[in-house]
């Protein structure tokens, strides 16, 4: 498509699972002609290709600065990202040859609702998560339930009414109080998010209906646009060796080739996605159970980092390698996930949930086992268990330690061939890949909120 005069202002929050989905939307956005200015600092820089096209653009805003180490970290990131880059992105837009028409801005970064009326131009959120997941973080910021006794919390305004324990909560909501900067600052924040021009979900139509409707319902207007899974295209050959995200720790030949010498739907994948860590009881059990049930499996672990060096598996990891030889493949690092997920020999997936995850399960048309941790990851499981039914509960919460035998017996049950979760998940698989390829759902929402960017008239201060 040939570029038109439209610029877009894309604002990630700085994380690999916030940040990968909203430069997918980026590239497609691209395709279709928009100009694109993507910012970034110099740690995710080299996740932004320098000469994917002349009309994605970055800029490179300085790293951030933490302070206060007490604050909660995600707090202490999003300030330091407003007080810091506030006053450069005026100047950039005021002076830019082309300003941009709009802002897409995680829905992390409420505050450039404030960016996007001093400029004068409508601000987009982009959720990472889900429609199910968001029409929650809506309900739970706006209306304030309250939690007595560690009770069980209700949403009856949702679709399908969910009830969740009141500890599977965002963190935010039950650990600081009404008045604290904290919680008022996460309020705020959502609040900001319903106030938006329009919302733009990683998900699709076929998915996630319901909550679509019901997101449209709560900002009483149409501007909502399910353009996902915004993922390469497990059938065109998009994914091949392309490591989304990171380089991989693993070398590709190698997995491939342990891969191809598997039986179609014999390997269970693990993986608990880039933040969470197990503790170490919990990885005992998980080795054992993937031992006691005798299937291939490919365990994905995330490396140590400064806040978890009590959680150093590197034993139990050489010690499983050896008990199960050839059967186990372990990666310490960042996984190829696509490239696992969707070779043959894969069938069913252990995960913690993640949003991400979640997406890149339904599209390869694998039987899911969650294990969710936190965020928005017990909707998703919500989702992918009680309604959409292509997922068996292995485990919830990051204290929970399932029974080895229990959870064997769960991983050996994944890769069955003839489960109804199993047949779902296929037929899911179909709704993904119809809805991304040509003329599908997607395809279509993609084009309507070009179209919709285009006729954007911006009005000069």
């Given at each position: ?370 294990w969710p941790m936190g965020a928005d990851q017990y909707t998703n499981a919500k989702l992918l268990v009680d309604q959409l039914g292509v997922a068996v509960r292995a485990a919830e919460g990051t204290e929970n330690v399932p029974e080895p035998s229990e959870l064997a017996r769960k991983i050996k049950w994944s890769l069955e061939r003839t489960t109804k979760e199993r047949v779902r998940a296929e037929e899911l698989r179909g709704k993904a890949l119809g809805a991304i390829n040509k003329d599908g759902s997607s395809q279509e929402q993609l084009d309507k909120l070009v179209e919709k960017l285009s006729e954007i008239r911006v009005v000069?201060?």
């Open positions: 498509m040939s570029p038109t005069k439209t610029h877009v202002l894309a604002y990630p929050f700085p994380s690999s699972g916030h940040l990968i989905p909203l430069l997918d939307l980026c590239k497609a956005l691209v395709s279709r002609g928009i100009n694109v200015t993507v910012l970034v600092t110099p740690p995710n820089q080299p996740l932004v290709p320098s000469n994917y096209s002349p009309l994605l653009q970055t800029l490179v805003l300085p790293n951030l600065q933490f302070p206060n180490p007490n604050q909660n970290r995600l707090v202490a990131m999003v300030t330091s990202m407003r007080q810091n880059h506030y006053p450069i992105l005026l100047d950039w837009a005021m002076t830019h040859p082309l300003p941009p028409k709009a802002i897409i801005s995680d829905f992390f970064l409420g505050w450039t609702h404030y960016l996007a009326r001093d400029l004068h131009v409508p601000r987009l959120v982009f959720s990472p998560s889900g429609a199910f997941a968001l029409s929650v973080s809506f309900s739970l910021w706006r209306d304030l339930p309250q939690i007595e006794n560690n009770d069980v919390v209700s949403f009856p305004k949702l679709p399908n009414s969910p009830i969740y324990p009141s500890w599977q909560l965002t963190y935010h909501f039950r650990e600081s109080k009404r008045g604290e900067f904290e919680w008022e600052f996460h309020r705020e924040n959502m609040l900001l998010n319903l106030e938006t021009w329009g919302i733009v979900f990683n998900t699709f139509t076929e998915l996630e209906r319901i909550y679509l409707d019901h997101v449209k319902k709560e900002l009483d207007h149409e501007r909502v646009w399910a353009v996902g899974p915004v993922l390469p295209n497990p059938e065109d050959g998009s994914i091949g060796s392309e490591c989304r995200g990171g380089s991989s720790t693993v070398n590709h030949d190698d997995l491939i080739m342990w891969l191809d010498s598997c039986e179609s739907g014999s390997v269970v994948y693990v993986c608990f996605g880039s933040r969470t860590v197990l503790t170490s009881e919990q990885m005992e059990v998980l080795t054992q159970a993937l031992e006691l049930s005798g299937v291939r499996f490919i365990l994905s672990v995330k490396d140590l980092d400064t806040r978890h060096v009590e959680r150093d598996h590197r034993n139990v990891l050489s010690g499983l390698a050896n008990r199960v030889g050839k059967s186990g493949f372990i990666i310490q690092g960042w996984a190829p996930q696509m490239v696992i997920l969707s070779h043959r020999a894969v069938g069913s997936f252990l995960s913690h949930c993640g949003w991400n995850s979640t997406l890149e399960g339904v599209i390869s048309g694998v039987v899911m086992l969650t000069q201060a």
